[in-house]
């Protein structure tokens, strides 16, 4: 897997989103164990199951264009994971995958308008907003991030770096707030001073994207 200083080549990203599908299907025990102390305890089948249909998806297409890729990811994610948690990355990933057609290399502005749509997607397809013990709690940060180093003028890899601390910052955070959205809403004691499973889902995936976009990997 290839990317130059300044950018992440289509091949690369598509490359690294496998990879990090690919670690968020392993890491389906660990998830599914965080969400039981606040949700119904299967956030890790869920989503591995929409990894695993997004990996199936790179697997069986010639799709080079990494916008298009992401789009149909977003709608294979949405068939075949159908839930809460689905259906918003599936959102996450059609948006962002909106500002990245036509694309050889992306760059780190690229990078931040991706997760921004995504972002966005989300708390409008959620009705939700920032405080509010979600994964919008990781995913906005994660796009703040990215657009402040972004606007600094880092590297793809620098942006997609920053946009990952930042999510896991984010998730951590949500430990201190109170639900107010799914079955955490209705055990608030539960869920205190936990961080949100969906927050850290989007944080891991991050993470894992970020590290498998570097070259040598």
Same mark, same amino acid.
């Given at each position: 897997m290839t990317a130059s200083h300044d950018v992440i080549t289509a091949d690369a990203f598509l490359r690294a989103f496998d990879a990090a599908s690919a670690d968020m299907c392993a890491a389906r025990d660990e998830l599914c164990e965080l969400d039981a102390a606040a949700g119904d305890g299967d956030l890790g089948v869920t989503l591995?199951?929409?990894?695993? +249909? +997004?990996?199936?998806?790179?697997?069986?297409?010639? %799709?080079?264009?990494?916008? +298009?890729?992401? /789009? &149909?990811?977003?709608? %294979?994610?949405?068939?075949?994971?159908?839930?809460?948690? &689905?259906?918003?990355?599936?959102?996450?990933?059609?948006?962002?995958?909106?500002?990245?057609?036509?694309?050889?290399?992306?760059?780190? &502005?690229?990078?931040?308008?991706?997760?921004?749509?995504?972002?966005?997607?989300?708390?409008?397809?959620?009705?939700?907003?920032?405080?509010?013990?979600? /994964?919008?709690?990781?995913?906005?940060p994660a796009a703040d991030a990215a657009a402040a180093a972004a606007n600094d003028g880092d590297t793809a890899l620098d942006v997609l770096h920053a946009a990952a601390a930042a999510a896991a910052e984010g998730a951590d955070a949500t430990a201190g707030m109170e639900a107010r959205h799914g079955r955490a809403g209705w055990i608030p004691d539960r869920a205190r001073g936990r961080p949100d499973a969906g927050a850290a889902a989007w944080a891991m995936f991050l993470a894992a994207l970020d590290r498998h976009a570097r070259p040598g990997r």
């Open positions: 591995a199951t929409g990894f695993q +249909a +997004a990996r199936d998806y790179l697997a069986g297409s010639d %799709e080079a264009d990494p916008g +298009a890729a992401l /789009v &149909g990811i977003g709608g %294979e994610f949405a068939r075949k994971a159908p839930s809460t948690i &689905g259906t918003l990355l599936a959102t996450a990933f059609m948006r962002g995958g909106k500002e990245l057609r036509e694309l050889d290399v992306i760059d780190g &502005g690229r990078i931040a308008v991706m997760l921004d749509a995504g972002a966005i997607g989300v708390a409008e397809r959620g009705r939700a907003s920032v405080g509010e013990r979600t /994964v919008l709690d990781a995913m906005r």
